[in-house]
């Protein structure tokens, strides 16, 4: 028995390529989902890249306890644009 899911899952594009990779771990019921899309440097455009970034926590049931997303957006190698999203959520019974 795996304590810790893996995945992983990659899709390269003629531009650039998406990458997807999740995590949950069934001892501290918390999973990550990381998302990184890059798109290649070209003659006219510099490199870009943006990362998303979900953290879930879960209760006993298996009920989302609080989520955290953190969205970047690179370009040339410089962040542009950041946002990070907190939920609590209640208790369900």
Same mark, same amino acid.
């Given at each position: 028995?795996? $304590?810790?899911?893996?995945? *992983?899952? !990659? +899709? /390269?594009?003629?531009?650039?390529? =998406?990458?997807?990779?999740? %995590?949950?771990? #069934? ?20 490199? $870009?890249?943006?990362?998303? *970034?979900? !953290? +879930? /926590?879960?209760?006993?049931?298996? =009920?989302?306890?609080?989520? %955290?997303?953190? #969205? ?22």
């Amino acid at each position: 028995m795996k $304590i810790i899911k893996r995945t *992983k899952d !990659v +899709v /390269k594009t003629d531009t650039g390529k =998406n990458t997807v990779k999740t %995590k949950y771990n #069934k001892i501290t019921k918390k999973g990550v989902t990381k998302e990184k899309d890059v798109t290649y440097k070209d003659k006219n455009s510099p490199r $870009i890249k943006y990362v998303g *970034k979900e !953290v +879930v /926590k879960r209760t006993k049931d298996s =009920n989302w306890k609080s989520s %955290k997303s953190t #969205k970047k957006l690179y370009s040339g190698g410089k962040k542009i644009k950041s946002s990070i999203d907190f939920k609590i959520y209640d208790k369900q019974k």
